[in-house]
């Protein structure tokens, strides 16, 4: 079983729409990041989060450390949003920290 | 100031070569991580780098291998290719360890034909 799991695993939307893309993960955390990747791109940073919530234009990133969950939100979603978006945990291993990924959503919003 | 640096962006070799990627992180970043990326597995962790000591390590072969320098330029080389080992090889830099404050480059693309 994957240590970070992401729902769904894809998801059409139409523009405009608010969009939600989930994390879990099975073991403590330092930090959850979420991560953009269009397609034949790199991998964008968007958020790190080690707790509650935060916002960058339209996207807000919240994690629930008890529940270990986070959720993406995107508001108002426009064609650009298409990509795929990827949760990473800092996964705690002793006094180390690695980051483990979920196998990512692919997102498309059609105009 | 200057982002994640990875060179070459793109490379093709023959199975049984071998590879060296380099990545130049941001200045003042101490920590280079790199990962794999292929369209089955995902994204998964190699290895990261810290003060030119190897902190963590992932579940790859003996063939993968890297090194930091004092500078904290990192290379990592893959000896002996395998067709799987076809991928994106991303680098990540970050201040410290501890999966705090990444910021990944844009990968060198390997492909072995």
């Known amino acids: 079983k994957n240590e970070v799991e992401q729902s769904p695993q894809n998801l059409t939307a139409q523009e405009g729409e608010f969009i939600t893309i989930n994390c879990s993960y099975s073991v403590g955390i330092s930090a959850l990041h979420w991560l953009q990747q269009h397609p034949g791109g790199g991998i964008v940073s968007l958020f790190m989060l080690s707790s509650g919530k935060k916002k960058h234009g339209r996207l807000i990133a919240t994690i629930n450390i008890q529940e270990k969950h986070s959720s993406l939100h995107i508001t108002a979603s426009h064609p650009r949003d298409s990509a795929v978006y990827i949760c990473a945990a800092a996964l705690k291993d002793g006094a180390n920290s690695k980051l483990t990924f979920g196998k990512g959503i692919t997102l498309s919003v059609r105009p | 100031k200057a982002g994640v640096t990875q060179t070459p962006r793109y490379l093709i070799k023959t199975r049984g070569q071998q590879v060296t990627l380099s990545c130049s992180p941001i200045?003042?970043?101490?920590?280079v991580s790199w990962y794999q990326q292929t369209p089955g597995q995902g994204l998964q962790f190699l290895f990261e780098?810290?003060?030119?000591?190897?902190?963590n390590k992932g579940n790859f072969p003996g063939r993968f291998s890297g090194r930091q320098f004092s500078n904290s330029r990192s290379e990592m080389n893959v000896s002996t290719l395998e067709l799987g080992d076809s991928a994106l090889y991303l680098c990540?830099?970050?201040f410290g360890t501890g999966g705090i404050g990444y910021t990944f480059g844009s990968g060198t693309r390997l492909t072995v034909v």
């Open positions: 200045s003042g970043h101490r920590s």
């Open positions: 990540a830099s970050s």
């Open positions: 780098y810290f003060s030119e000591t190897q902190r």
